[in-house]
């Protein structure tokens, strides 16, 4: 069985830009890139899990959502933080799906596909909803504070959890 970092992707990898599917405003969190980098020198395969509610909501279709993905993977490609899997959710709220975080569908899709050992993985993000996936899955978890607040009750909560960005969360584990 294979270890995995599950990773969000707005606010956690690239800067968050509200429904973001235009390659020309993708911009990388400083420090990311080089987080990605080493969670890959430790063996963890990288996995995106993305909620992508601009396509519910007809902002902008799946093929755009892929197209900013491939980008962002070019980009990673030529740094070794290349991204191994990008599963995404493209309804809302009220489509009540199984696979919208913190639902788990996504997930277990994944470890299905890759063979993951969820007690050697990771799940990171700037939401509790991406927590909320984590506890319910049994892996690990990291709490960004790169993209949305979370209050401060919620970080109290997960003292030990929370770090300044992807990077210090990569060099912790």
Same mark, same amino acid.
């Given at each position: 069985m294979k270890k995995a970092i599950f990773l969000d992707r707005d606010g956690t990898i690239n800067v968050e830009v509200d429904y973001l599917h235009e390659c020309e405003k993708m911009q990388f969190i400083p420090g990311s890139v080089e987080a990605l980098s080493i969670l890959k020198e430790k063996?963890?395969?990288?996995?995106?899990?993305?909620?992508q509610s601009? /396509? #519910?909501r007809g902002f902008f279709s799946m093929e755009d959502v892929e197209r900013v993905n491939a980008y962002m993977n070019e980009l990673l490609r030529k740094k070794n933080a290349e991204i191994d899997a990008f599963y995404c959710c493209p309804h809302v709220e009220e489509d009540h799906c199984t696979c919208r975080k913190p639902a788990t569908g996504l997930y277990r899709k994944a470890?299905?596909?890759?063979d993951i050992d969820m007690k050697e993985s990771y799940? /990171? #993000?700037d939401k509790i909803t991406d927590i909320?996936?984590?506890t319910e899955l049994g892996c690990g978890y990291g709490l960004v504070l790169?993209?949305?607040e979370i209050e401060k009750g919620y970080l109290k909560q997960h003292e030990g959890h929370y770090f300044?960005?992807?990077?210090?969360?990569?060099?912790s584990v």
């Open positions: 063996g963890y395969l990288l996995i995106v899990i993305s909620n601009g /396509v #519910g470890v299905q596909d890759f799940m /990171v #993000g909320l996936a984590a790169s993209g949305h300044n960005n992807l990077l210090a969360f990569a060099k």
